[in-house]
């Protein structure tokens, strides 16, 4: 079984600042892990994803996550945020290929820039 | 068109009508899904469709009534909706149902009164 917790609902940054989105997960096989983006009106967009080997992995429009197996964690950052970042920012969890490959996802979490 | 379309984008229904929620995909995948997003609320997932095959159903009341007549099109049938069922409906297909990257459309804003 597999689940994601994103604590906190809201997160509100200046233009220029660090954005951190903090994402832990619990897995009873090797996790892939999963950011996605949602604008707006619109469908989830998928920022990056984890399956193996290197650990930090580079996603679109400057954004980025460590997987850290021993704090069972997969923050989202970007150094510096931008308006058009605003959106809600979902973290999700699968097993390997298979029957455990269904995605298990997070609440959500708003992200607003300030000017 | 390009991705995955939904339409209508927005539904207005009352409890005892009866209507269709249409989803399509241009990828090219075999696998495709229904999901629920209501607010604050993690999306959940309600139905999964292989090869045009339901592979899972997730305990949805039978109020919805999924189609797959082909692996292209996805239907879900509405009927006797109760108010708690509004939400966005969100669509997704994927290479295959073992597949860890799902493609997502644009949803269906559904308000039943």
């Known amino acids: 079984a597999q689940s994601v917790t994103q604590l906190g609902s809201h997160v509100s940054v200046s233009e220029g600042a660090l954005v951190l989105l903090r994402c832990n997960y619990s897995s009873s096989v090797p996790p892939y892990l999963f950011w996605y983006v949602q604008y707006p009106n619109q469908g989830l967009q998928l920022l990056l994803k984890y399956t193996t080997g290197a650990t930090l992995v580079k996603g679109i429009n400057g954004f980025e996550a460590e997987f850290k197996k021993s704090e069972t964690s997969f923050h989202l950052t970007k150094p510096s945020a931008h308006m058009s970042d605003a959106a809600e920012y979902f973290c999700?969890?699968?097993?390997?290929?298979?029957?455990?490959?269904?995605?298990?996802f997070g609440k959500g979490i708003t992200l607003s820039v300030r000017p | 068109e390009t991705g995955v379309t939904q339409t209508p984008r927005h539904l207005v229904m009352g409890m005892t009508n009866k209507k269709s929620l249409k989803c399509e995909q241009h990828l090219g995948h075999n696998a495709m899904y229904w999901y629920k997003q209501s607010a604050k609320k993690p999306l959940e997932l309600m139905f999964v469709y292989n090869f045009k095959e339901q592979t899972e159903n997730n305990s949805v009341p039978s109020r919805f009534s999924p189609e797959c007549p082909n692996s292209s099109h996805l239907f879900l049938h509405l009927h006797t909706l109760q108010p708690e069922d509004s939400a966005l409906y969100l669509c997704?297909?994927?290479?295959?149902?073992?597949?860890?990257?799902?493609?997502f459309g644009p949803g269906t804003r559904l308000t039943v009164t």
């Open positions: 997704a297909s994927s290479q295959g149902a073992a597949s860890i990257e799902q493609y």
């Open positions: 999700a969890v699968s097993g390997a290929r298979g029957a455990n490959s269904k995605l298990t």
